[in-house]
């Protein structure tokens, strides 16, 4: 299978049959999944979701048989998709594998502790 080229020049691998973006991050997955098997980290998750701004539509309407119909979709919902997620000594750890700090991630990290109260650890 072949991929696109990254943007920031980083070659896609294959770990426990998952694709990670960077070589990076597949090997900071396998530290991890050690730190989970010797009881360091527990809950280790991939690719969580966090909600920054919703989803901005027009209001809603009823319809001609009275059912409501959804507003138009003016601006989709901005979002930021942590690396892994897991806890660690009772508390949840949001972390990022960087290679490059774009000033789109720049921007979610600090919507990330304003709305979520939760400052991204980088790696």
């Keep these: 299978m072949k991929y696109k080229k990254s943007k920031y020049h980083a070659k896609k691998v294959v770990i ?9 991050e597949g090997k900071r997955y396998k ?3 050690e730190m989970q098997e010797k009881g360091e980290i527990s809950n280790l998750q ?3 979701k966090y909600l920054l701004i919703p989803a901005q539509r027009e ?8 059912g ?3 507003g138009k979709l003016l601006e989709r919902e901005c979002s ?9 000594n009772g508390s949840k750890v949001v972390e990022d594998t960087k290679g490059m700090r774009t000033t789109e991630y720049i921007i979610k990290r600090k ?6 109260k939760i400052k991204i650890k980088e790696v």
């Design 16 to 24: 426990d049959g998952i694709t990670f973006d960077s070589k990076k």
């Design 31 to 33: 530290q991890l999944v």
């Design 46 to 48: 991939r690719q969580v």
């Design 59 to 66: 209001p809603n309407t009823i319809g001609p048989r009275g």
């Design 68 to 70: 409501i119909k959804k």
């Design 80 to 88: 930021y998709i942590a690396d892994f997620v897991y806890d660690m």
């Design 111 to 116: 919507l990330m502790l304003y709305v979520h």
